[in-house]
């Protein structure tokens, strides 16, 4: 069985940074993406950034340019960087974890970490 578990939200201040880290543990198995998703209060979750077991990456327009994705894979950890945070990035952030293990896929989410950005 795997889990994962989301640290680095917070509050903070238009324009400064925070670091969310998400690490996945359990036995046998193996991660072939990563990624952010996002959900603020009365919208739908959106995709802000994601990373393949490759290294390929994709972003929201909304981030490009201020967020980054990277991930350990020896750690089986992916971070999102996020610099010149804007009010409206505030949301609760969820971890999205797609793999296989011993014998079948999975498709994980973190239990979500708040990030809030005042004004």
């Known amino acids: 069985q795997v889990q994962l578990v989301e640290s680095g939200g917070g509050l903070v201040q238009a324009g400064e940074s925070l670091r969310l880290s998400c690490a996945a543990s359990?036995?046998?198995?193996?991660?072939?993406?990563m990624g952010w998703y996002r959900q603020a209060p009365g919208k739908q979750r959106e995709l802000v950034a994601i990373?393949?077991?490759?290294?390929?990456?994709r972003y929201a327009d909304s981030v490009k340019g201020r967020f980054t994705i990277s991930r350990d894979s020896a750690k089986n950890t992916a971070y999102l960087q996020m610099s010149s945070l804007k009010p409206e990035d505030t949301a609760v952030y969820y971890c999205?974890?797609?793999?296989?293990?011993?014998?079948?896929?999975?498709?994980?989410w973190g239990q979500g970490t708040q990030v809030t950005v005042s004004s």
């Open positions: 999205n974890v797609l793999g296989t293990g011993r014998y079948s896929t999975f498709d994980l």
């Open positions: 359990g036995s046998r198995f193996n991660i072939n993406e």
């Open positions: 990373i393949s077991s490759g290294g390929s990456t």
